[in-house]
């Protein structure tokens, strides 16, 4: 039996891409999982097909509609989770909002404003107020809990635009110092780093512009990578820590739902050059 069978994890933004690789990673592990998001109904990204695959994968699934740049939204959804559950083992931290048109290179005078309150509002203010709601479940969830904050190397060095880089910092900060605050509670806080990760929105980029993805993660594996860790015996020694999906795939043995191992992000060797 794993050892996360049985633990109750929130997993944000879960309709799609490495959110919902990640809540079916913890059902493969025989985890409740709730997932959140907007969409709704049958289709391929919906969080009820991601609930649905959560329960065929051997945990149990729970889709729960919230739009996390509604402050009133994210207390309810706890509220809720708090009913149903009475505490929960892991926050993870994952909604992010793609601006559209997607903010890629040019000077940050070029952009609409409306891309900070997308990149930094939804990918970083939302994932506090969510830990902010979710402290009392963890505390009430006992030895083994933790907030994981999903990154990116962007916090490390240039990619996009600079306020994609200031929401990525900025959440390995607030991770960091979370870890500080909660330790005396037993809870760990860590941030997890894909590399290259083809979701359905890179996918159908790549598409588009003829770009080969072959070679990417998967969200199943950065999933698996995040699975692995959170049931480490060691979670609270990496608390405030970056952690690295290809790292925790070495040490953990984990493969993508293809049997490989996809290669090391190609930068960076350069990224933590710099910091």
Not at 138 to 143: N, S, T
Request: aromatic share 8%; net charge negative; with cysteine.
């Amino acid at each position: 039996m794993s050892a996360l069978s049985g633990r109750i994890a929130v997993v944000t933004g879960a309709s799609r891409g490495i959110g919902k690789g990640i809540a079916i990673a913890l059902g493969e592990q025989g985890c409740e999982v709730y997932v959140t998001g907007r969409t709704r109904g049958d289709g391929a990204t919906t969080i009820d097909t991601t609930a649905r695959e959560v329960t065929d994968a051997g945990g149990r699934g729970h889709a729960i509609e919230c739009d996390h740049g509604d402050d009133a939204a994210i207390e309810a959804l706890f509220r809720t989770i708090g009913d149903a559950s009475g505490h929960i083992d892991f926050l993870v931290n994952n909604v992010y909002k793609v601006p559209d048109p997607p903010a890629w290179g040019g000077g940050f005078w070029e952009h609409p404003l409306g891309i900070w309150d997308d990149q930094v509002g939804i990918g970083l203010r939302a994932h506090y107020v969510a830990s902010w709601y979710a402290a009392p479940l963890l505390f009430a969830g006992g030895p083994g809990a933790a907030i994981l904050n999903v990154s990116s190397p962007g916090g490390l060095g240039y990619h996009f635009s600079c306020s994609y880089g200031a929401g990525k910092a900025g959440l390995d900060r607030l991770t960091a110092d979370m870890a500080l605050e909660l330790e005396p509670q037993g809870v760990a806080a860590v941030v997890l780093y894909p590399g290259s990760v083809a979701t359905e929105f890179v996918r159908s980029v790549a598409e588009a512009r003829g770009m080969d993805v072959s070679a990417a993660q998967t969200p199943l594996f950065v999933g698996r990578a995040a699975a692995a860790l959170l049931g480490a015996g060691d979670l609270m020694a990496r608390s405030g820590t970056i952690q690295w999906v290809e790292d925790l795939a070495e040490e953990f043995d984990v493969l993508d739902e293809h049997g490989r191992r996809p290669p090391r992000y190609a930068r960076r060797a350069e990224l933590e050059g710099r910091s």
